[in-house]
T-cell receptor, first 114, second 114 residues
């Protein structure tokens, strides 16, 4: 069974719609992250959370919001989707123990905004 | 500014040939360095990591990387490439403390010719 799961795996939506991407983990990690991947740009950090009460913006948070419902769950919302949010979205987790920040990734959600 | 540069967007090698993927970083503190691989339709899998000690690190799937502080580089190598190595490879850098976020390079896509 996968340690980091993302739902849905694929989503096609229309401009202006609200979309939620969900991430769950069974690794027991306290830190969770949302990235988007675009061709030629690598992975860029959208939001990250070091525990349930600690949520921080990453480098490209505009147009996105997040919710950390529990240690194991971290959701990403697009309040009003626009076409340039079409991308591959990854959730990741890490454990603060040892402080080495090795991150473990989910399989990704491919989002298309028409 | 903190950054990671992978100068080669796309590399093609013949099966059985050697491989070197370049990674250069700019980071103000002691870096922790990572290489991840993304196979088509998959999430990111950790290949190897460098925290300290021996500057030549071994990873999974026969990969190795060498940390060269004087050149701010962490190049990935494999002596003999297999067709299954075709994927996208990402270099990432993070801080050597518990505060960590990772910064990713743009990625290098590897194609393998039969």
């Amino acid at each position: 069974d996968a340690d980091v799961t993302q739902t849905p795996r694929n989503r096609i939506t229309k401009t202006g719609k609200r979309i939620m991407l969900e991430c769950s983990q069974t690794k027991g990690h306290d830190r969770m992250y949302w990235y988007r991947q675009d061709p030629g740009l690598g992975l860029r950090l959208i939001y990250y959370s070091f525990d349930v009460k600690d949520i921080n913006k990453g480098e490209i948070s505009d147009g996105y919001s997040v919710s950390r419902q529990a240690q194991a769950k971290f959701s990403l919302s697009l309040e009003s989707a626009i076409p340039n949010q079409t991308a591959l979205y990854f959730c990741a987790t890490s454990d603060r123990t040892g402080g080495r920040n090795e991150q473990f990734f989910g399989p990704g959600t491919r989002l298309t905004v028409l | 500014a903190q950054s990671v540069t992978q100068p080669d967007i796309h590399i093609t090698v013949s099966e059985g040939a050697s491989l070197e993927l370049r990674c250069n970083y700019s980071y103000g503190a002691t870096p922790y360095l990572f290489w991840y691989v993304q196979s088509p339709g998959q999430g990111l899998q950790l290949l190897l990591k460098y925290f300290s000690g021996d500057t030549l690190v071994q990873g999974i799937k026969g990969f190795e990387a060498e940390f060269k502080r004087s050149q701010s580089s962490f190049n990935l190598r494999k002596p003999s490439v297999h067709w299954s190595d075709a994927a996208e490879y990402f270099c990432a850098v993070g801080p050597g403390n518990q505060g960590g976020k990772l910064i990713f390079g743009q990625g290098t896509e590897l194609s393998v010719k039969p």
